[in-house]
């Protein structure tokens, strides 16, 4: 192998992880390997190379032998690059003459034969040495970053996070797309385990949002296109025509009662269809901000353009145009928070449960309101026919932990259930029958309550419901729906006949939720949540910087999770506010003005507009401030001019000659 | 092993194969494989670029030329791309890259591009598993070495601009 004389001393670090790599990968072997490798000073194993004792090491031998380079072997950059550039830095060395090899996630936890492990090591620690002898110090640049932030989705995880940064002295829009905020929480009549009223702890934390002089509250509007970066977004939101102007708007209801339909006539969303509005409309009482909404799709004057328009009459206040026509918003932001949250599962999926078919089968959500003392019925449990069941049957899993429709569990189900049956108990004094599979009450009150509604008299039993019917065998079943489902605790089939069927209904993510990822450059999971940094020690933050995830819209979870989730996603926005500055990666790209011949094929292959040509000169130039550091231009220039700090052409083909000359 | 080995080839043979993956999408969905444990073949060795439209056709060039049997490229899916479309760059170079391989003779087998979501990490497994098993069956490159491993006349320092131009106009 031949070596320049000037190349620099280096370090080579094998990681155990503890037995995660050791199992798999023969660590003193790989050092041995290593140690031989041109250029290397020093060649060392240690069981955890991210503590502080590993950290320790490499900082010593910077200073004591000299080190000019380093490669640790461990687990991936993603996880720990961050630390041991730290680690560098401290020892003295500029963080950026570092080279990271991934032999955990890439090597030992997917390779079962332990000597081809040893060798794919081996490989990957070869290709670290060769590019990290080519690696350039580095200083990372500084930007500015502005003190708002969007937070879209005004549900329990968004409003909570929206107090939390206005308190904190910060600007924040709280964009939400329905007419009001509060999400699915406003539905709910308790909450479990302690049954608290739900519009008792939400509303007033709604008036605070649409009180507080920090937050300005965009209802029923929608984020149209995101640009930007961490610190410095520009947000462009939809208002959509409500109909209404929002600021002359007392929410008096004149224009309700003067609208010409004489009776509401149109499934009201917020009830779930329970219950009927007109086309000028509150969602609900405490509706904030607490303005009437006209809908396109039944209004007389939006859909065939010909009303007596009395709605405008009756308005003194003249809030009422109903010419108004989308408005654009474009607003900065240092910060993005999503939480827009979940979508239940819609059981016609499962046609054996006979939802949409038989009337006295509802999902979990329509008891919701029907229990809500503000709901369609008043807080009653009621039939069709308006009589009070006798009995009522509560199936889990409708649409969790099915292979045929979602696999996982929606964590919310058993609680509510529970706090269902209680509730269907306490209104009606029905019978209750809890169908279950598991019963999955972790959290903190939880089993208690589960034991509390075990004393209460509800009949739990264990198994799948196979179909429900209202084709009777015996004569009790006459006139009912009749459950049937093996009982797996006593290994028998039963059939239950029951006045009222409950659908304990998942929770899914919401349809739209691909595109909604794509404009804040997003992941999502494979069912479709948006995709958390790392599971467990970056919940909140995503794969972008500046954008972070919230509630349910990340995986199912009960409030207290995703209020939080919501209060950790704050912190992390103000945290970035709070610095000041966001550190740009030194990934970007230069052009070499003396090989540059102002072709402009890179100008085209900019995403971001970050290269333009300097006209004078004939050559092009990176604005280092918009180039993100992809590297597309550099792949791209016929001349060879661009280079990509951190990925050169040099260090790329360092990296290969290393993957390959050796194992 | 199923498949049958090519007549000359020593039974033990295993393909090297380097994967050039994005940072984003595909290098996070082959931790994701290690995060799940899921086994596969050891052949691929993974070289990150921050984006697939980083990927110069030369690299593709350089790993077969340095002793890779097959070339593995991994990018986001359409419309995917953390820097919105550079996986679009990286296909048309790709597209034009399989035109000149096939003009050289290289198995079509031997490079591919994959697009792999950051979720996908069961694809990694898939693919990787698949493509080794291909290039089994095709044997090993046996390129015509031009010269020894560590000389660097081909690579970088010097791009020869003919190739370049080709990568530029796509």
């Known amino acids: 192998m031949s070596q320049s004389p000037a190349c620099p001393r280096i370090g080579v670090y094998v990681c155990h992880c503890g037995m995660n790599i050791a199992k798999q990968v023969a660590v003193e072997a790989v050092t041995e390997f290593a140690a031989r490798l041109p250029g290397v000073a020093v060649a060392r194993h240690y069981k955890f190379m991210c503590s502080d004792p590993g950290q320790e090491l490499i900082q010593q031998d910077i200073k004591e032998s000299g080190l000019e380079r380093v490669v640790v072997a461990s687990c991936s950059p993603l996880l720990h690059e961050a630390t041991f550039r730290k680690a560098c830095a401290a020892g003295g060395l500029n963080p950026f003459c570092f080279q990271m090899a991934n032999i955990r996630e890439q090597v030992a936890w997917v390779t079962a034969d332990k000597g081809r492990a040893t060798s794919k090591a081996k490989a990957l620690i070869a290709a670290a040495v060769e590019r990290v002898s080519r690696a350039q110090p580095l200083e990372r ?61 939400l509303t007033p934390k709604m008036s605070s949002v649409k009180n507080h002089p ?17 610190g410095n977004f520009k947000i462009t939101i939809q208002k959509k025509p409500r109909y209404v102007h929002e600021e002359l708007c007392v929410g008096c209801g004149e224009c309700v009662d003067a609208c010409v339909f004489p009776k509401a006539k149109f499934p009201s969303e917020f009830d779930e269809g329970l219950a009927l509005r007109k086309p000028v409309y509150m969602p609900f009482p405490q509706a904030t901000p607490a303005v009437v ?18 709605c405008v009459e009756a308005c003194q206040r003249g809030a009422i145009d109903l010419k108004q026509e989308p408005e654009q918003v474009e607003v900065e932001a240092a910060a993005v928070i999503v ?29 919701e309101r029907m229990v809500n003392a503000s709901g369609p019925t008043g807080g009653e449990v009621v039939l069709k026919d308006g009589a009070k069941p006798r009995s009522v049957a509560i199936i889990h899993c409708v649409g ?18 529970l706090k269902l049956a209680h509730l269907v108990k306490e209104r009606s004094g029905a019978d209750v029958f809890s169908f279950y599979i598991d019963m999955r009450t972790p959290g903190k009150g939880y089993e208690e ?32 729906l009749v459950v049937s489902a093996e009982d797996s605790l006593i290994g028998v089939t039963r059939r239950i006949p029951v006045d009222m069927v409950i659908l304990s209904v998942g929770l899914e993510p919401q349809p739209d939720a691909q595109e909604v990822r794509k404009k804040f450059n997003i992941s999502c999971s494979q069912e479709g949540w948006f995709l958390e940094r790392h599971p467990k020690l970056a919940p909140v933050a995503t794969f972008t910087d500046g954008v972070w995830i919230a509630g349910a819209c990340q995986g199912p979870k009960d409030i207290p999770d995703t209020v939080a989730q919501a209060g950790a996603a704050a912190s992390e926005a103000l945290a970035l506010i709070d610095k000041g500055y966001v550190e740009i990666e030194p990934n970007t790209a230069e052009v070499d003005p003396e090989a ?18 300097d006209e004078e000169k004939g050559v092009a130039v990176v604005n280092e401030a918009l180039c993100k550091g992809c590297g597309t231009c550099v792949a791209a220039c016929p001349s060879g001019a661009i280079s990509q700090h951190m990925f050169t052409d040099d260090e790329i083909y360092q990296e290969l000659e290393g993957i390959l000359s050796y194992v | 092993m199923s498949e049958q080995v090519p007549v000359g080839q020593p039974p033990d043979w295993e393909p090297r194969i380097v994967a050039f993956f994005c940072n984003w999408c595909t290098y996070t969905a082959s931790d994701l494989a290690g995060v799940s444990r899921m086994t596969y073949a050891p052949n691929t060795r993974v070289i990150r670029v921050m984006c697939s439209g980083r990927i110069d056709p030369q690299f593709v060039l350089m790993a077969l030329r340095q002793g890779a049997d097959g070339v593995l490229i991994g990018g986001c899916h359409p419309g995917d791309c953390h820097y919105q479309e550079g996986n679009y760059k990286c296909l048309r170079r790709f597209a034009m890259l399989k035109h000149y391989l096939a003009a050289m003779g290289i198995d079509d087998p031997r490079v591919r591009l994959e697009w792999i979501a950051a979720s996908e990490g069961d694809k990694v497994q898939r693919v990787t598993n698949d493509m080794v098993q291909r290039i089994k069956q095709l044997g090993p490159l046996k390129l015509e070495p031009v010269c020894q491993p560590g000389c660097r006349a081909m690579a970088g320092d010097q791009p020869s601009v003919g190739n370049r131009a080709v990568a530029a106009d796509i």
């Open chain 1, 141 to 201: 640049k500084r930007l500015a970053v502005g003190d708002k932030v969007v937070i879209v989705g005004g549900g329990i995880a968004g409003i909570h996070a929206a107090l939390t940064i206005a308190d904190a002295g910060k600007k924040v829009y709280l964009v939400e797309r329905e007419p009001t905020i509060g999400g699915h929480m406003a539905k709910f009549d308790k909450t479990f385990p302690t049954l608290d009223c739900a519009a008792c702890i």
């Open chain 1, 214 to 230: 920090n937050i300005e509250l965009m209802s029923y509007s929608e984020v149209e296109k995101v640009e930007g970066f961490a």
């Open chain 1, 293 to 310: 909404v006209i809908d396109p799709n039944t209004c007389l004057q939006l859909t065939k353009g010909k009303c007596k328009q009395k």
């Open chain 1, 339 to 367: 939480a827009t949250g979940f979508k239940t599962f819609d059981p016609r999926g499962l046609p054996q449960y006979g939802y949409g078919r038989y009337g006295n089968v509802y999902t979990s959500l329509e008891v």
């Open chain 1, 400 to 417: 969790s932990r099915d292979k045929k429709t979602h696999p996982w569990c929606s964590r919310v189900c058993c609680m509510y259930s």
């Open chain 1, 449 to 480: 309550f589960y034991d509390r509604l075990l004393e209460e008299g509800v009949h739990f039993i264990r198994g799948r419901v196979s179909h429900i019917t209202d084709w009777a065998m015996t004569k009790a079943e006459e006139g009912k």
């Open chain 1, 596 to 613: 540059c011949s102002g072709c402009k094929t890179c100008l085209g292959m900019c995403p971001y507009h970050a290269i333009r040509r």
